[in-house]
C-alpha cells in the first residue's frame, strides 16, 4: 500500500484519493452489460492492483491485453503516447 501511494503521489492527491475509494467497495463490478470491446492497459510493476485480480473480474468477458511489466499504476502517465500510436489515434 505504501508503495502505490507513494507511485501516486507523484502524478497527484487525487490518484490515491480515487484508488482507495474502489478498494473500499466491497463487491466486484458488474460488467456483464458491456458491449464494446475492452482493452485492458495494465502496469505488471503496480504493487496493489493485480493483473490476476482483473482477470478474474473479466472471467468469461472477450478483452484483450497490453501489459507493461516495467511499469506500475500509473502506466498512462508515463506511457501515454504508445497508448495513442497503439490505439492509432495520433499523439
Request: aromatic share 6%; charged share 15%; proline share 2%.
Amino acid at each position: 500500500m505504501i508503495g502505490t501511494s507513494l507511485e501516486n503521489l507523484t502524478v497527484s492527491t487525487g490518484g490515491v484519493a480515487g484508488e482507495q475509494r474502489c478498494f473500499a467497495d466491497p463487491g466486484p463490478l458488474d460488467l456483464s452489460a458491456i458491449t464494446a470491446g475492452i482493452t485492458v492497459w495494465h502496469g505488471g510493476a503496480g504493487q496493489v492492483a493485480l493483473l490476476s485480480d482483473l482477470r478474474e473480474s473479466l472471467a468469461g468477458l472477450q478483452y484483450e491485453e497490453r501489459i507493461f511489466a516495467e511499469h506500475g499504476s500509473l502506466i498512462l502517465y508515463e506511457c501515454w503516447n504508445q497508448v495513442l500510436a497503439l490505439n492509432h489515434l495520433g499523439v
